[in-house]
Every structure is written in structure tokens, then in C-alpha cells.
């Protein structure tokens, strides 16, 4: 079966500074994909990123980036030059190629600090 | 930009009654998903669809129902609702025909209160 651990429920940043959200899967699949969700106060979730496991190369997307390190099966997320709009629940998503997403982390609350 | 809506964001409901949640998207998507936010569980699938009039059950279907009559509408039913289904609901839906396929647009969220 396959789990994902968001081991920080809760954490802060000051704006213009760097937070790292981490994150954990367990499974024994080969092909699957990675995901970090933001959902701000009050407004819809929405995909940050995405990390196929078949690529080396961690994604990017602008402030963000993650740290996928697939045989520690870890996927963490990077949030560079932090913003007050960033303040928001993160989850983690694993999705085996092919089948139905519906392993999510537990979430963790981001607040950036003025 | 693809539009996933619900039809209510706050709703009170009664122990014992028949609740219908809906959710629309508007950009033709094949795959429609109904999940459940609770604090510290993180998203939980109760059911999903794949076509019209087709349903599977997700992790948690116990004391729902779902209804896809038509492409753009899935509807979550509660049939008796109970005060342990107070929750967010998210709605999502995905299309097979772009990619990356696998990425995922959910709605609002209808926050649900049984009392």
C-alpha cells in the first residue's frame, strides 16, 4: 500500500526568506508521479508542482522547486523568496501511473510572516 | 481555465437527512472525484467516475452515494447524513486527453455541518 507523511503539521517563514515543506511515500511501484497541492485560506486547491519518478532532474516551477530523492523516497518542496500570498495548506500527492489519485499527506499550514 | 464549481460552499444539515452535494466542470473532463478534508487525514476518496453513469467506490465510501447523469455534473449523496460525515468536501475532475493528464482541478469546497 502506499502512504505519504507530511511530517510538519504546522510551520512559518518570514517573507523574502526560504521554507522547506518535507515529505514521504512508501511503495513499490516504479512509475508513478509526485505532486504538491496549495490550498489558501478559504480558495480552491491548486497544483504547484509536478515530478515525474522516470526524471532525474527535480522540477521547477518560478519560486518553487522540490528535492526528489527517489530511492529515500523523499519529495520535498522549496518555496524561495517567500510571500504573503504563499501562506496556505500544502499536501503532498503520490499517484501510481495509471490509476486514480488518492494518496494524500496530511498537509502541512504554511504561514509567511510580514 | 478550466472552472470546477460546487454548489454550495457552506451547508447545515440535519442528522437523518438526504444530502446532495453537486459539482460542475466546464471543460469536458472524463474523470470526476469526490473527496473528503479532514484535519489531519488529509484528502480521502470517497468515489470516482470515469464516464457517464459509471462509479467506482474510493477508500471510503460507506453511508454515500454518487449520480453522473451527464459528462459535466457528478453529485455526492449522502443518504442519511450522519454528525461523523461533518467535513470538507472537494470535488475534482482530470481529462485523459491532454497532457499532463494526471494533474488534478478541484472546486472550492463545500464545508458541511450535521448537527
Known amino acids: 500500500a502506499q502512504t505519504v507523511t507530511q511530517s510538519q503539521p504546522e510551520m512559518s517563514v518570514q517573507e523574502a526568506e526560504t521554507v522547506t515543506l518535507s515529505c514521504t511515500y512508501d511503495?513499490?511501484?516504479?512509475?508513478?508521479?509526485l505532486f504538491w497541492y496549495k490550498q489558501p485560506p478559504s480558495r480552491q486547491m491548486i497544483l504547484v508542482i509536478r515530478?515525474?519518478?522516470?526524471?532525474?532532474q527535480n522540477a521547477t516551477e518560478n519560486r518553487f522547486s522540490v528535492n526528489f530523492q527517489k530511492a529515500a523516497k523523499s519529495f520535498s518542496l522549496k518555496i524561495s523568496d517567500s510571500q504573503l500570498g504563499d501562506t496556505a495548506m500544502y499536501f503532498c500527492a503520490f499517484m501510481k501511473q495509471g490509476t486514480t489519485p488518492r494518496h494524500f499527506g496530511a498537509g502541512t499550514r504554511l504561514t509567511v510572516k510580514p | 481555465d478550466v472552472k470546477v464549481t460546487q454548489s454550495s460552499r457552506y451547508l447545515v444539515k440535519r442528522t437523518g437527512e438526504k444530502v446532495f452535494l453537486e459539482c460542475v466542470q466546464d471543460m469536458d473532463h472524463e474523470n470526476m472525484f469526490w473527496y473528503r478534508q479532514d484535519p489531519g487525514l488529509g484528502l480521502r476518496l470517497i468515489y470516482f467516475s470515469y464516464d457517464v453513469k459509471m462509479k467506482e467506490k474510493g477508500d471510503i465510501p460507506e453511508g454515500y452515494s454518487v449520480s453522473r447523469e451527464k459528462k459535466e455534473r457528478f453529485s455526492l449523496i449522502l443518504e442519511s447524513a450522519s454528525t461523523n460525515q461533518t467535513s470538507m468536501y472537494l470535488c475534482a475532475s482530470t481529462t485523459l486527453r491532454l497532457v499532463p493528464q494526471e494533474t488534478q482541478y478541484f472546486g472550492p469546497g463545500t464545508r458541511l455541518l450535521v448537527l
Open positions: 511503495t513499490s511501484e516504479s512509475n508513478y508521479y
Open positions: 515530478q515525474e519518478a522516470y526524471k532525474q
